[in-house]
């Protein structure tokens, strides 16, 4: 089984829905990312977390929301969708190393996101 | 100066040959680097990993950083087919902790 799930894999939607993609992990992992990609501009921090009561926004949260119920799950909510918001979203998990020292992030396999 | 940047390419390189991947950066994630490899439609798979001035060696890798230049590389020798994919520099403070920033990422094709 993979460590780290992403469901659903793909969605299409339409503008204004209220969408929520979830994350899981197996790995025991404290940290946990939202990233989004979109062609020609790389992988972008959403929002990451360190543990259950540690949220944290990354570089472009406006439009998102995540919770994280537990250790093993974190998930990122889109309000009231847009065009704009049309990407591949991956999870990231990291171990939670001390700062300064190695934090390898293993990704999910994507959710593949079309808002109509 | 964007944070992390990288030629998109794409980048060929015969097969058996050495391909070289160069990225520059700005001091805002000037701490810790990593290079992943990404498939079409597939996840980032991290390859390396590098904190400290000079060279770092991984089988057929080797990724290098120079921080008074502000440039991560990766060197991929014996290139094979199958190495062809994206291959994406991230860096980060506090080990990448606070999440990585990512460069657009290279295409790189190797030709039979």
């Known amino acids: 089984d993979a460590d780290v799930t992403q469901t659903p894999r793909n969605r299409i939607t339409k503008t204004g829905k209220r969408i929520m993609l979830e994350c899981s992990q197996t790995k025991g992992h404290d940290r946990m990312y939202w990233y989004r990609q979109d062609p020609g501009l790389g992988l972008r921090l959403i929002y990451y977390?360190?543990?259950?009561?540690?949220?944290n926004k990354g570089e472009i949260s406006d439009g998102y929301s995540v919770s994280r119920q537990a250790q093993a799950k974190f998930s990122l909510s889109l309000e009231s969708a847009i065009p704009n918001q049309t990407a591949l979203y991956f999870c990231?998990?990291?171990?939670?190393?001390?700062?300064?020292?190695?934090?390898?992030?293993?990704f999910g396999p994507g959710t593949r996101l079309l808002v109509l | 100066q964007k944070e992390v940047e990288q030629n998109s390419g794409p980048l060929s390189v015969p097969e058996g040959a050495i391909a070289s991947l160069n990225c520059t950066y700005s001091?805002?994630?000037?701490?810790?680097f990593f290079w992943y490899r990404q498939y079409s439609g597939k996840s980032p798979e991290l390859i390396m990993s590098i904190y400290s001035n000079g060279d770092k060696e991984d089988g057929r890798f080797t990724a290098q950083l120079n921080k008074a230049s502000q440039y991560v590389s990766l060197l991929i020798r014996d290139s094979q087919p199958s190495d062809s994919a994206t291959y994406l520099c991230?860096?980060?403070?506090?080990?990448?902790?606070?999440?990585?920033?990512f460069g657009k990422g290279t295409h790189l094709i190797i030709q039979p």
């Open positions: 977390s360190f543990d259950v009561k540690d949220i």
């Open positions: 990231a998990t990291s171990e939670g190393l001390l700062a300064g020292v190695r934090e390898t992030q293993y």
């Open positions: 991230a860096g980060g403070m506090r080990g990448g902790a606070d999440g990585l920033t």
């Open positions: 001091d805002r994630v000037s701490q810790s």
